[in-house]
Structure formats: structure tokens, C-alpha cells
């Protein structure tokens, strides 16, 4: 049995999560996996449920946070190398941007024999100041050079690391897409919809259009809200339209702020439930089959992006969706057959996409069900699970490690 170290940033609501702990429960008996995690911050939404589910236990290294913290990040790179010393594993795989950093210069330090670091998404724009990101891509860089593979979730995202960013050879480099559980999603959707809709307090009638993820501004969420305001002034009179954001964190207040300068009411579920509001902010949500059940059309407005797995998890529960061209989304939605994408900050033309899906039941439908076909057959558990097993059996010939 191969030993893995499998290192994450932290376990929040989103994509990364599911997929470190899904790896880390589905590669045995083969490969034995312990999963290092790092602690959220206050506004995030701790996603631990994600793993106990699974019947993992993952071990926090609290002092690796999200922001640059070099005291803090120090002392967890010496606790991370004395947990490889103790463990002794054939691999170290990191994920995201802080462990990726601390992890693979940890496993480096102790002589890991593969090193391996999968790009969820990544800080080299719309984050920081061009300088600031200037110097994350030479430190991306750096580090590459301490790995022996790197891992795109996305065709697109390999050609940016490769021939935008240069962060490695295209040898070096290989795509394996985020993998899911999207069972739930497709099955007793009629119930889940009633019960989202009680819940919020939203009528069988209307229209409801979501967008969700966590309030921060790279997600983008005042351009939700201008769409929301061209089309509410755009209004067709035989159908009611509200929108909802699904998520909390730091952009809350601004948020709403944002909505009354739009002349949008904007209620906060936690505070306010079941008010009858233009828009909706639910705090978090992680019945994610449920509220995407009692959703009528699926948004994202990121300003960056790696694998968007709201779209994902949209497409499996048969909605249409549109969205902004960032990360790997062209190779998540097809445009204009399972939903539209646009470019970034362009509200007009986003909210003329999504007029016309409210306006179109039956393009909302085809949509709805082409979406469904293209995401189980490219984002299954099984696949994720089949290609992460290959590359590491690559790299353990490669090594003259196979058994």
C-alpha cells in the first residue's frame, strides 16, 4: 500500500473540499490517505460535514490560515514536515494556493519522493494589485520547480499555467477534472423544491434566479445585482421575478448597500425570514440539492474563477445557467446549448441572456436537460477517482516505486 499526504488550504463550502475528501476516502485499499488541513477564517463556512460524512477525521494544522501570515506560516510548515517525518508518505499532494506553498516546500525539505499540487483556481489576477500578483506568479513559478506534477481542474486552466502565466512545461502539467457525488441532485426534485421555496419564503409562481458562493469581491456579486435591476426594470407583467443569493461573508453589508442604490429591497434571511423582498440573501445554505431544486435559472458573475462548481452542480439538477467567461467554464457550459456565457462586468448583455431564458420556458428545459447529460458524463466520482489513480501510477513507475 502507497502512502499519501493529501494537504488542503481548509475545509470550506466549495468545490476543493469535496474533492480532497473524496480522494481521500475512495483511493484505498491501494493507497492509504491522511488529509492535513488549515483553519478557516470567521466568514467562511466550515464544510467538516463533507468529510465526517466520508468517516474522515482530518488533522488541522490551525496556524496555516488563508492570509500572509509569516509567523504562523512557518510554524505550520515545521508542523506539517514533522507530520511527514511521522508518516513517512510516498506522496505529497497539496491543493490550493497557502498549503500548496508551505506543503510542497515542507515535503521537498523532508525528500518526498513525488510532490504533486493541484491548481483549484488561482491569485495571478482580479485579487491583488498587478505587482502583488506579478510576484505570486514568480513564486508559483519557484515552487513548480519543487513539484512533480501539477494538476489543472480544467483544459483552459492548463493552457494558462502553461502559455499565459508560464508556471511550468506543458510536460509537467495535466488536467484532471474535479469529480462529484451529483446523484442527489437530479432525484426527488419536486419535494426539495417545495421545501426550499416555504423555507424563503418564495411563491410556486415566480420565477427565481440565484447566484451562489461565498460574499467576497471577487465573486462579483454587485454585477448580479445590476442584472437584477435591468431586468426588474424590464419586468414582463405575467411573470414574477426575485432573486436570491445563496452564500455570507465579508461583502454582505456592501452588498446591500449596493441593492439600495439600485433601488432593489434586499432582505436578509437570518434577520429578516420570509420577507418579500427583490432580493434575497440566505446566509449559507448546504442542503445545495434542495435550494438548486427551488431555483428556476442558475448565475455566476466571478471575476475569476477555477472549476465553477455551482455551474456544475446547476447542469446536474437540470438548470440553465449563465455566467461570466472566467476560469474553466467553457469547459464546464456549453454556450448556447446549456447556458450562456458572457464577459465580465458586462451587465447588459448578461441580463438580456437571462431575459431570455425567463422568457423561454421551453429553451430553459433544453437547456436544463442538455446540461444534465454533459456534467454526469464529465464529472463523476468514479472518473475523478480512475485519473488521479493513473497519474499517480505514472509517477510511481516513473520513480521505480511500483510494487
Known amino acids: 500500500m502507497y502512502k ?12 476543493p473540499s469535496h474533492n480532497v475528501s473524496l480522494l481521500t476516502a475512495y483511493l484505498s485499499p491501494e493507497f492509504e490517505t491522511n488529509l492535513l488541513v488549515g483553519k478557516k477564517d470567521n466568514t467562511e463556512k466550515d464544510a467538516y460535514y463533507i468529510a465526517h460524512e466520508l468517516g474522515l477525521a482530518p488533522i488541522e494544522i490551525s496556524e496555516m490560515r488563508r492570509s500572509i501570515l509569516p509567523f504562523y506560516d512557518l510554524i505550520a510548515y515545521f508542523k506539517i514536515k514533522k507530520i ?50 506579478s510576484l505570486f506568479v514568480k513564486m508559483k513559478t519557484y515552487l513548480a520547480t519543487k513539484t512533480d506534477a501539477i494538476v489543472a481542474v480544467s483544459d483552459s486552466q492548463r493552457t494558462e499555467l502553461i502559455e499565459v502565466y508560464k508556471i511550468a512545461p506543458a510536460e509537467k502539467v495535466f488536467t484532471v477534472p474535479l469529480g462529484f457525488n451529483l446523484d442527489k441532485f437530479s432525484v426527488d426534485q419536486v419535494n426539495k423544491r417545495n421545501i426550499f421555496r416555504a423555507k424563503y419564503g418564495f411563491a410556486q409562481s415566480e420565477l427565481v434566479i440565484g447566484i451562489i458562493g461565498r460574499l467576497v469581491p471577487i465573486k462579483n456579486h454587485e454585477m448580479f445585482l445590476e442584472v437584477a435591476a435591468i431586468i426588474k426594470a424590464n419586468k414582463n407583467k405575467n411573470i414574477h421575478v426575485r432573486f436570491v443569493i445563496i452564500g455570507d461573508g465579508e461583502s454582505r453589508p456592501a452588498l446591500k448597500i449596493k441593492a439600495a442604490e439600485l433601488q432593489l429591497s434586499c432582505s436578509y434571511y437570518i434577520t429578516k425570514p420570509k420577507e418579500q423582498t427583490d432580493i434575497v440573501i440566505t446566509s449559507w445554505e448546504t442542503a445545495i440539492d434542495q435550494a438548486l431544486a427551488g431555483l428556476d435559472i442558475i448565475v455566476l458573475t466571478s471575476n475569476n474563477e477555477g472549476t465553477p462548481v455551482s455551474l456544475i452542480e446547476a447542469q446536474a439538477a437540470h438548470k440553465p445557467v449563465v455566467t461570466t467567461n472566467v476560469g474553466g467554464v467553457e469547459d464546464i457550459v456549453i ?17 438580456g441572456y437571462v431575459q431570455q431564458l425567463i422568457d423561454d420556458p421551453a429553451l430553459r428545459d433544453s437547456f436544463g436537460k442538455k446540461g444534465y447529460e454533459n456534467v454526469i458524463k464529465r464529472y463523476s466520482k468514479q472518473r475523478l477517482i480512475n485519473d488521479m489513480k493513473t497519474l499517480y501510477h505514472s509517477f510511481l513507475k516513473k520513480k521505480n516505486m511500483l510494487q
Open 335 to 351: 454556450n448556447g446549448q446549456t447556458g450562456f456565457i458572457t464577459a465580465v462586468g458586462d451587465s447588459v448583455a448578461f441580463a
Open 4 to 15: 499519501i499526504l493529501r494537504i488542503h488550504n481548509r475545509l470550506i463550502i466549495g468545490g
Open 84 to 133: 511527514i517525518r511521522q508518516y513517512k508518505p510516498d506522496i505529497v499532494h497539496t491543493h490550493a494556493s497557502k498549503s500548496g506553498a508551505i506543503g510542497r516546500l515542507a515535503a521537498k525539505a523532508c525528500h518526498v519522493p513525488i510532490i504533486i499540487h493541484t491548481f483549484h483556481g488561482h491569485v495571478f489576477h482580479s485579487y491583488f494589485s498587478k505587482f502583488i500578483s
